[in-house]
């Protein structure tokens, strides 16, 4: 089980190096929507394997497995395209998520877009956050417990 409080701490020292991010609560912010997908895709992952043709309300382009847990995934220039295109980035297609068949989850995602800002310019800076955050398993009911006893 990795030490939860030392990946919390080195994501805030490597948050401190982006022009971007200038105080705690940017911080914060950032590590808020990034965790947010975090959880919903290990929650996603796990009610996949336990409900009938479960279908998450993010599109898979989106869902963190397939843009995030690649450690040597997209980075630089690219990421920060990926997260902030105006019309479809991860941002832009989360503010205005619609899904018929789970409104209310879809509902939920869209709040949390759309009162959250990425502050983070460096795509560089922005890869090793989210490959520190890989390290949590929130499947996992250890993690589960630690990272709220952090939170």
């Not at 847990?69 to 019309?87: Q, R, S, V, Y």
């Not at 479809?88 to 205005?96: C, E, H, I, V």
């Amino acid at each position: 089980m990795p030490n939860i409080s030392s990946i919390i701490k080195n994501v805030r020292n490597i948050m401190r190096q982006d022009r971007g991010v200038s105080g705690d609560a940017q911080r914060l912010e950032q590590l808020g929507w990034l965790l947010f997908l975090k959880i919903l895709d290990d929650k996603d992952q796990e009610l996949e394997l336990i409900r009938d043709r479960y279908q998450s309300v993010i599109p898979g382009k989106f869902q963190w497995r397939n843009w995030a847990a690649d450690a040597e995934g997209i980075t630089g220039e690219k990421l920060i395209l990926f997260i902030d295109h105006p019309t479809d980035g991860l941002f832009a297609t989360l503010k205005n998520l619609k899904a018929p068949h789970a409104p209310q989850r879809a509902a939920l995602v869209k709040e949390v877009f759309d009162g959250s800002n990425n502050y983070m310019k460096s795509g560089y800076e922005l890869r090793k956050v989210i490959n520190q955050l890989n390290g949590f398993d929130f499947n996992n009911s250890d993690d589960r417990h630690v990272f709220g006893t952090v939170y």
